[in-house]
């Protein structure tokens, strides 16, 4: 565990163009998983998000449907106080259709969809190819 530890606080951080691997938290079958182990997709952005802390977005590979909604993009929030973003951390997970600029308006809210869900950075990008958010070519 300590070396988990120390590992998070000085080893690489999540960055944008990163691919994650996105896991369940404390359920044994989550039900956003739809059945399937983990799903993967590609650190698009970092936003503000609550009290000044940042939120990542992931551009999923392959869409989520829950609860009657379907989304590409997860906005990954941190859980515990003093959370870095790091290679693995446990997170709040939001979803969204399109990708949201700011999630400090409190009208920008995506469907929640897990409190302790996991993500594991798997390396840099090698083969999913985003969609241009906001405009870009």
């Known amino acids: 565990m300590a070396l988990s530890f120390i590992a998070n606080l000085f080893g690489r951080r999540l960055r944008v163009g990163d691919r994650v691997r996105l896991e369940g938290g404390y359920d044994m079958e989550p039900r956003w998983l739809n059945g399937q182990s983990a799903y993967f997709g590609l650190c698009v952005d970092f936003i503000p998000g609550d009290a ?6 992931v551009q999923l590979e392959k869409a989520i449907t ?5 989304g590409n993009f997860l906005v990954l929030r941190l859980r515990y106080v003093g959370a870095r973003w ?3 951390e446990v997170v709040h997970l939001e979803l969204f259709s399109s ?3 700011s999630l400090q308006d409190p ?3 995506g469907l929640w969809i897990e409190s302790h869900a996991s993500y594991r950075v798997e ?3 090698n083969s999913f ?3 241009p958010l906001r405009g870009s070519p």
């Open 129 to 131: 190819k985003p969609k």
């Open 123 to 125: 390396g840099p990008n």
């Open 66 to 70: 829950f609860d009657g909604a379907q």
């Open 107 to 109: 009208s920008t809210r």
């Open 99 to 101: 990708p949201p600029n």
């Open 86 to 88: 790091a290679k693995r």
């Open 52 to 57: 000044g802390r940042p939120a990542a977005v």
